[in-house]
């Protein structure tokens, strides 16, 4: 497969995942709770271990040590997608967890939605947000429980 249609393929599937973790009722059926939580980031993280153990060699003086080296771990279309991978699996998995404590602290899903599109799109400020929203819920007293 093309790195166009792995991409294709990625970002379409975890989009049922971020659905139920919006809309779908937590805590009903524990096999709908699994899909965000477990079955779509060890799916993208098989995925993405493939595309590491096929293509990460070939990046020409990539590596970790420096914004150069990291530039061209991204230059092949094969790296970006492993990168773009990474991302969403991670992302997905962050947001079934964040979702469980916005649960324990009792916010509405109505509140929950716009602070789990932050995660899917932004990742650490969606995160950033959830966890000043509990420190002042635990400041205030008003639960908060991690």
Same mark, same amino acid.
């Given at each position: 497969m093309s790195a166009d249609d792995l991409f294709g393929l990625a970002s379409a #599937?975890? !989009?049922?995942g971020w659905l139920? *973790?919006?809309l779908a009722p937590r805590g009903r059926w524990v096999w709908l709770d699994r899909i965000p939580a477990l079955i779509l980031p060890f799916s993208l993280s098989a995925l993405y271990t493939g595309l590491i153990l096929a293509h990460f060699s070939a990046a020409e003086g990539g590596g970790f040590g420096s914004i150069a080296q990291v530039r061209a771990l991204f230059a092949s279309d094969y790296g970006l997608l492993a990168g773009w991978v990474h991302y969403l699996a991670f992302d *997905? !998995?962050?947001? #079934? +967890? +964040?979702? /469980?404590q916005?649960?324990?602290? /009792?916010? $509405?899903?109505? $509140?929950? #939605?716009?602070? !789990? /599109? !932050?995660?899917f799109l932004f990742g650490p400020l969606?995160?950033? *947000?959830?966890?000043a929203a509990q420190g002042s819920l635990r400041a205030f007293g008003k639960g908060g429980a991690a």
């Amino acid at each position: 497969m093309s790195a166009d249609d792995l991409f294709g393929l990625a970002s379409a #599937a975890v !989009l049922p995942g971020w659905l139920i *973790l919006i809309l779908a009722p937590r805590g009903r059926w524990v096999w709908l709770d699994r899909i965000p939580a477990l079955i779509l980031p060890f799916s993208l993280s098989a995925l993405y271990t493939g595309l590491i153990l096929a293509h990460f060699s070939a990046a020409e003086g990539g590596g970790f040590g420096s914004i150069a080296q990291v530039r061209a771990l991204f230059a092949s279309d094969y790296g970006l997608l492993a990168g773009w991978v990474h991302y969403l699996a991670f992302d *997905l !998995l962050i947001g #079934a +967890m +964040m979702a /469980g404590q916005m649960d324990k602290m /009792g916010l $509405s899903r109505l $509140s929950q #939605a716009p602070l !789990l /599109g !932050l995660i899917f799109l932004f990742g650490p400020l969606g995160l950033f *947000l959830i966890w000043a929203a509990q420190g002042s819920l635990r400041a205030f007293g008003k639960g908060g429980a991690a």
